[in-house]
């Protein structure tokens, strides 16, 4: 008798040991478990984390883009303060024939006849007939580069629809590096300048947002 209850304590023993390596490996389970959500969960936090950060650098990068445009068109828009012209000077809305003119740069420099035929080609890209009148190279031959094309049109209204659809000739195989623009006197032409360089330095600073020249001031799209 004696010695089946000494027994029973011993198996009775041996149970509770087993119980407890058993609740000792199911906590260690349970300890891993946890380890393992606070590492997910940190993990999200710094993504989380970097992408606020990415928002703010680009909202901070699309504020300077602002900033910049403004200062540019304010700068562009204040009155500036000069001698008074006589009042008989032509300004330069006054002179005759310049509302009708238009610029043609980067356009190859061949003969007149071959001229005329790629103008034509190059008015067909941009879906418009337009009649011309007189047109003739400025400026010094230079090898390096085309002198630019002074092109006369019967109709001011054609030469506004033509600098409208200009900026499409960026996505031409033929013309990609054709620039058209408004007959400009040289301080206009220096203002242009200044006014596309920013523009350039806009675009690289801002690579995704959309920024174009319309009435001599950059446009936000």
């Known amino acids: 008798m004696k010695l089946a209850r000494a027994t029973m304590n011993n198996f009775e023993t041996v149970i509770s040991v087993e119980n407890l390596e058993k609740q000792l490996r199911e906590c260690k389970e349970e300890l891993d478990r946890h380890r ?20 703010v650098t680009a909202s901070v990068q699309k504020v300077k883009a602002y ?3 403004l200062a540019q068109n304010c700068a562009a828009t204040s009155p500036k303060v000069g001698k008074p012209l006589p009042v008989n000077h032509p300004t330069p809305v006054q002179q005759p024939g310049r ?31 337009p009649k011309v009148t007189t047109m003739k190279r ?12 002074l092109v006369s049109l019967e109709k001011r209204a054609t ?24 007959d400009l006197t040289p301080s206009e032409l220096k203002e242009q300048k200044a006014l596309r360089s920013t523009l350039k330095r806009i675009r690289s600073e801002d690579p ?9 001031l950059i446009q936000v799209g």
């Open 99 to 129: 509302e009708k003119n238009m610029v043609v740069f980067g356009l190859p420099e061949t003969t007149d006849r071959v001229a005329k035929t790629t103008l034509d080609e190059l008015f067909e890209e941009l879906n418009e007939k």
């Open 36 to 55: 393992v959500n606070v590492i997910e969960l940190q993990q999200t936090v710094i993504n989380h984390q970097k992408q606020q950060l990415s928002t």
């Open 208 to 216: 995704g947002g959309c920024y174009f020249i319309r009435n001599n």
């Open 138 to 149: 400025i400026g010094e031959r230079n090898e390096k580069r085309p002198r630019p094309l």
């Open 159 to 182: 030469l506004l629809a033509l600098l409208r659809k200009a900026r499409n000739l960026k996505d031409s195989k033929q013309f990609s590096v054709v620039y058209l623009s408004p």
């Open 67 to 69: 900033s910049t445009v």
